[in-house]
């Protein structure tokens, strides 16, 4: 199931970071999307997680996102997989992760993740924006740095998905001028806030239960932006639980409104699921465009 260019590079770079011979004892395929593989890997040294695609397909992808991982776990205030490698072998790229086995949420589990995203978001950013691109999805994501959220957020969010939308003919030219106009609203709509680090793509998919009954984040797509488009995406494919909010507003509180805002940030998310996978989205953005 694993290609042999990607077992031979592990055995090689396991061998080579734990000082003596390791090889792989099993293979177990956890599914895969439309854009990567994923297994888990049991070595004569232990359990890994691993997921690859093809190399010159989405350039970067991998070693951007470990540089995410890393990010958010430099604060320490939840649990991220630790980042063993990510390498190209042969024709393909492969990201090497810490395995995390999974259980049943624990008893405060959303009060938990609440508060450890609230004290993530605490860590500031002197710009909106980051140090490297990274991906959202199957999309690049440009993380050009701007002194101001509306600006980042029109500029490196909206008008690059727009323009893809538009070039594909998934939107229309009607829709783009709304959007223009909407532009000249957002400095009344959006309270101003510092720039905070953000997990980027945070739906319930994108959480693990640990072995402890607690949250694990992965898959991110990093950047310094709005604390409020985290919230907001939680609440794009069904929502988490109330005590998650009540535990991050007792930790860090959002300004006054900020429920009223959640369509304005996910415009971003919405816009992504447009280009990649058209259908309905298109109308769930004309609906929020609709309002202004």
């Not at 055995?11 to 297994?39: A, D, M, Q, W």
């Not at 939840?78 to 490698?85: A, D, F, S, T």
């Not at 409104?257 to 369509?263: A, C, M, V």
């Amino acid at each position: 199931m694993l290609p042999s260019n990607i077992e031979r590079h592990l055995v090689e770079y396991l061998t080579s970071l734990h000082h003596r011979p390791v090889s792989i004892t099993s293979v177990t395929s956890l599914g895969g999307g439309c854009i990567n593989e994923s297994f888990r890997i049991e070595t004569s040294f232990g359990f890994y997680f691993l997921k690859y695609n093809q190399a010159e397909k989405y350039p970067g992808m991998f070693a951007s996102e470990a540089a995410g991982l890393i990010k958010l776990s430099e604060g320490g205030s939840i649990r991220i997989p630790g980042v063993v490698n990510n390498a190209e072998a042969g024709p393909y790229t492969y990201l090497l992760l810490e395995f995390i086995r999974t259980e049943n949420k624990g008893k405060h589990f959303w009060d938990t993740f609440g508060r450890a995203l609230a004290k993530l978001h605490k860590q500031p950013g002197e710009m909106f924006g980051w140090e490297q691109d990274n991906y959202i999805g199957s999309l690049s994501q440009s993380n050009h740095e701007h002194p101001d959220w509306n600006e980042f957020f029109i500029l490196e969010r909206l008008e690059p998905l727009l323009k893809l939308a538009l070039d594909q003919k998934k939107t229309s030219s009607a829709l783009v001028r709304k959007f223009e106009s909407f532009y000249s609203l957002l400095p009344e709509l959006l309270p101003l806030e510092k720039p905070a680090l953000l997990h980027g793509d945070l739906w319930n998919g994108n959480f693990l239960v640990d072995e402890t009954g607690n949250p694990c984040l992965i898959d991110p797509a990093v950047y310094f932006g709005h604390r409020e488009v985290d919230l907001a995406m939680t609440r794009l494919f069904g929502g988490f639980s109330e005590e998650f909010y009540s535990a991050y507003h007792a930790e860090f509180p959002l300004e006054k409104g900020w429920e009223k805002r959640i369509d304005i940030f996910n415009l971003y998310p919405l816009l992504v699921h447009v280009n990649l996978f058209g259908g309905g989205y298109i109308s769930d953005v004309e609906r929020i465009m609709a309002y202004y």
